[in-house]
């Protein structure tokens, strides 16, 4: 059976809220959450894929993001786990959001947990101000 996609708009309010919170560099109109169904990835639960130089030439537009969430995999992990590979993907968008990846000498375990500790920071910090 063939891979399929679709939009996942519950996934991209999370990246967009995400990415407004630690990842000011990311434009989020020009990033688009897809969930993938029927992959044969071992072990992979979410990809990063980017508009290349060469098809931004082409296009006459300039990066584009797309965060693929392969369901068999990410609909199993528990709410923070989500989390973290929704940040993880994001980290391996660059300052420069020009086609390229931060590889996963940058995107790595000890990163992504910062990354999540701060933005669980953040939203405590968010829900006492809107709670006072």
Not at 69 to 80: G, Q
Request: net charge positive; hydrophobic share 35%.
């Amino acid at each position: 059976m063939p891979i399929r996609y679709s939009i996942a708009e519950d996934l991209q309010e999370q990246i967009n809220e995400i990415g407004l919170m630690l990842f000011p560099h990311v434009k989020l109109d020009s990033v688009v959450c897809l969930r993938s169904f029927g992959s044969r990835s071992r072990g992979t639960i979410a990809r990063c894929h980017a508009l290349g130089k060469a098809m931004q030439l082409a296009l006459g537009r300039r990066g584009f993001y797309v965060i693929e969430i392969i369901s068999e995999r990410f609909d199993k992990l528990s709410a923070d786990e989500k989390i973290k590979t929704l940040i993880h993907e994001l980290m391996h968008i660059p300052k420069s959001f020009g086609g390229g990846f931060k590889h996963h000498d940058f995107v790595c375990e000890r990163n992504v947990k910062e990354m999540y500790e701060r933005y669980v920071n953040l939203k405590k910090r968010d829900n006492n101000f809107n709670n006072s």
